[in-house]
């Protein structure tokens, strides 16, 4: 496993799966004016795959920049976007509780994919990975759906749920990586990390 790396993500889920796997880690936020929202803009006709592989690959190249222009001890640096497909529809975050609910009303009783896309590199070197689950919700009530969004766990989270949480209790089955539905397949990442990095040490 790399001695250390850099993680640049706001995501305590992400966090918490690194430290699961005993990876030490440093925190690269973003500046306060970068317009980390902007990155993940849909291009028109762009399939899910395609859409989640490029933010990740953005991320990591605003990352680089922004680690060099701090002057910042070399290191990887891991970037990671996660996007829930249905069909051929992405289902990043939603805008509100109506479009989060609209969301969750397209899902209930639907099989749909979950894509988690990982990046890491340094200035000398990347490497990439991507994951796809595929998660089938029940008959997810009205009722439930509406508490489910009092509670707001929605905000933030593609496609409108994390199923570490509530929604954990309507998700019938799942096909794939656990972890990688929560945002970070552990698998995928841990093989990036196991082989040396081109000047790091």
Known sequence: MTHWIYLSSQSPRRQSLLTQIGQKFELLWPDE????EALEAIHQGESPKQYVLRVTRLKLSAALSRLHQRGLKPAPILCADTTVALGHEILGKPRDRNHARHMLHAL???????????????????????????????????????????????????????????AAADIAHIDGSHSGIMGLPLYETAQLLRKPWKGVT
Not at 33 to 36: F, H, I, L, N, T
Not at 132 to 140: D, E, H, K, L, M
């Open 108 to 166: 209930r009783g639907q099989s749909h994919e979950v894509m988690t896309a990982v990046s890491m590199g340094t200035a000398d070197e990347e490497r990439h990975a991507l994951s796809i689950s595929r998660v089938q919700f029940g008959q997810w009530p009205d009722d439930a759906i509406e508490r489910y969004l009092d509670h707001g766990e929605w905000e933030g989270k593609a496609g409108a749920y994390a199923i570490q949480g509530l």
């Open 33 to 36: 004016d970068e317009d980390v």
